[in-house]
């Protein structure tokens, strides 16, 4: 079952990364889907990340009971957590429910409303025009995506810590500055990178092969959250383990 679903999945990209028919198509749609992925995910993401960081830095203070321990731990403790792990991974799963099941169902409904056959008959490479776009906006918005909930999960951190006491101001921002590692960023980006390919082909994967009418086109949406988690999960710990 496994060896048969990859077999499909990697015949299925070989047809999307063919040469396009006219190149103007394309990025038309790549500018739609760039601006659907990245400016409609914007507004979800920054609430997330802002109150993630919030928690975290209230998290990671009550666990600070000894004297001993420098306030500053708190900043240099979120700083890595949310690029190393929180943002990459929270965003991916977000906009694995959010961006996935979209894709999914979008090219799900054109399957069984015979739109894609009809792309087909006209000469069109159906898998690049619907698909390749997507996978482009994905990781090059995901990437972007990651590195503002970044930016916001630190600067959530410091206004949740700030306004509730547990760290000043000073503290956390010499935390959060020192000791800074600039590889961690582009850990960061890579994780970005891989989990934005996850989730728009997986989801297009299943959108393209729905078999049936609109009950099969939601459960295509179901199956491609829950494979998107997984992949986005497992891929995680590979990059971890490569890379730190």
Do not use: H
């Amino acid at each position: 079952m496994f060896f048969s679903y990859f077999g499909k999945y990697i015949l299925l990209l070989k047809a999307v990364f063919r040469k396009p028919e006219k190149f103007s198509l394309y990025w038309k749609e790549i500018a739609k889907e760039m601006v659907y992925i990245g400016i409609g995910s914007l507004a979800l993401i920054s609430i997330i990340s802002v109150f993630v960081g919030a928690v975290m830095t209230l998290q990671i203070a009550f666990q600070l009971v000894s004297d001993f321990i420098p306030k500053t731990i708190v900043g240099s403790v979120n700083r890595d957590s949310a690029i190393l792990e929180l943002s990459p991974t929270i965003c991916a799963l977000v906009l694995a429910g959010k961006i996935g099941s979209s894709i999914s169902s979008e090219i799900g409904t054109m399957r069984v409303t015979e739109q894609i056959d009809a792309l087909e008959i006209m000469g069109i490479n159906a898998p690049g025009y619907l698909i390749l776009p997507k996978i482009i906006a994905g990781i090059t918005m995901i990437p972007i995506l990651v590195y503002i909930s970044i930016f916001l999960a630190l600067l959530g951190g410091y206004v949740g810590g700030v306004a509730s006491g547990v760290v000043s101001s000073s503290d956390y921002i010499q935390g959060i500055t020192t000791g800074f590692i600039p590889y961690t960023m582009a850990v960061a980006g890579v994780k970005a990178f891989i989990f934005g390919f996850i989730i728009t082909s997986v989801a297009s994967y299943q959108g393209f092969y729905v078999n049936g009418g609109a009950l099969e086109v939601g459960k295509a949406g179901t199956k491609t959250v829950v494979i998107s988690c997984i992949a986005i999960l497992s891929a995680d710990y590979i990059i971890t383990e490569l890379m730190l």
